[in-house]
């Protein structure tokens, strides 16, 4: 039997939909709700799914469900309409993080080159998957960056799509580009290819480690002139250990170069000095109410368990196979990301 979603509260509001809080009736787990109404909202909302649903990795947030619902309620509830059906209004269901956004985390203050490194390396891990499966994200920012148990996981896809469709929009008039202080010269025209990710990443990591964004301008006319005529550096950046801070440095400028052909490849960012340091003591990066649920003592079901799931579902994809545990075995949506990749290892 499907679930009913009850909306507790309302998380956000964008251009396209409304997310909850919302929490299943069939397992008593909250679940971020994503509700957008109207036929062009609609149709975003049903291209997002299209693609987060196909993706899954510890560091992109979980895709759980999508579906039609003929009322999305905060009141009455959110009940899912038969497949192929169609309503009045348009639902995903993902993972509900409750550490808080990336952004939230840098208005507490600037992180420790620690927390840089950490947050940085899970970032362009789940960047590197993206482009394993030909997506570009288009708008990576630290408002899209969700902690869920200490691990940063890239969010909304609300703007993501396929490279090779990218091909034959490039340089058209119109459309969404992103968000303009995040932007890189080539998305100003409706240009994008992997390295308009890494511009975007690049602007992140700058801001975490300076403070302030490497382009500077009040309006988008600024900024496009800023990006075309300003050399961004790190004078007067106060940081500790000052031969780490030029292995950053130094990968920050080649990342938010105004020549894409000049940027690094996300597996070069991986490879980078900088990200080479000793294993870090995840005690000291871990912030107030976060905990780790991937010990072996926490597993949510036995392997030879999850083996009997795998055989009972057949052949599929590792996605749909997350998917099969979620609408089937919601007691198993808690499940975090990396229990789940590492079961799925051990059970092929």
Same mark, same amino acid.
């Given at each position: ?22 929490? *299943?009736?069939? *397992?008593?787990?909250?679940? &971020? ?10 149709? +975003?909302?049903?291209?997002?799914? #299209? ?10 947030? #979980? ?5 039609? *619902? ?5 009141r009455e509830g959110i009940v899912p309409l038969p497949h192929g ?7 995903? +269901? ?9 952004? &939230? ?29 030909? $997506? ?16 940063? /996981? ?5 703007? &993501? ?40 990443? @690049?602007? $992140? ?11 500077? @301008?009040?309006? =988008? ?8 005529? #300003? ?14 801070? =030029? ?17 690094? #490849?996300?597996?070069?960012?991986? *490879? ?73 290892? /051990? &059970? $092929?």
């Amino acid at each position: 039997m499907n679930a009913t979603y009850f909306p507790i509260r309302e998380l956000g509001k964008g251009a396209f939909g409304t997310v909850f809080d919302a929490k *299943s009736s069939a *397992s008593g787990t909250h679940f &971020a709700v994503k509700v957008a109404r109207g036929k062009h909202n609609r149709d +975003v909302l049903s291209k997002e799914a #299209q693609i987060h649903s196909r993706m899954i990795h510890p560091n992109i947030l #979980q895709f759980v469900t999508s579906f039609e *619902s003929e009322n999305c309620s905060q009141r009455e509830g959110i009940v899912p309409l038969p497949h192929g059906s169609k309503g009045n209004c348009s639902v995903m +269901v993902i993972e509900l993080c409750t550490g808080n956004t990336l952004s &939230a985390r840098l208005q507490k203050g600037l992180p420790s080159l620690d927390q840089i490194n950490l947050w940085g390396y899970e970032i362009a891990s789940g960047l590197l998957y993206l482009k394993e499966q030909g $997506v570009i994200h288009r708008d990576i920012k630290p408002e899209n960056i969700l902690f869920c148990n200490n691990t940063a /996981k890239i969010s909304d896809f609300g703007l &993501a799509d396929y490279y090779e469709d990218l091909l034959t929009t490039a340089g058209t008039v119109g459309g969404n580009f992103g968000t303009p202080y995040f932007m890189s010269l080539e998305a100003f025209g409706n240009i994008f290819d992997y390295s308009t990710d890494i511009f975007a990443f @690049g602007v $992140v990591l700058y801001l975490m480690y300076a403070n302030r964004y490497p382009y500077p @301008g009040k309006n =988008l006319d600024q900024l496009r002139e800023s990006l075309r005529k #300003q050399t961004p550096h790190f004078q007067n950046i106060k940081r500790e250990e000052k031969d780490r801070n =030029l292995d950053l440095e130094t990968l920050i400028l080649r990342m938010i170069n105004r020549d894409s052909t000049k940027r690094p #490849q996300i597996n070069e960012v991986l *490879s980078h000095p900088f990200f080479q340091q000793k294993e870090l003591d995840a005690t000291v990066i871990m912030e107030e109410g976060d905990s780790f649920d991937d010990d072996e003592d926490d597993m949510p079901m036995s392997l030879d368990d999850f083996k009997k799931h795998r055989m009972e579902f057949g052949n599929g994809t590792r996605e749909q196979f997350y998917m099969y545990l979620a609408n089937l075995h919601p007691f198993m949506t808690p499940m975090s990301m990396q229990i789940f990749t590492r079961m799925w290892a /051990k &059970a $092929v």
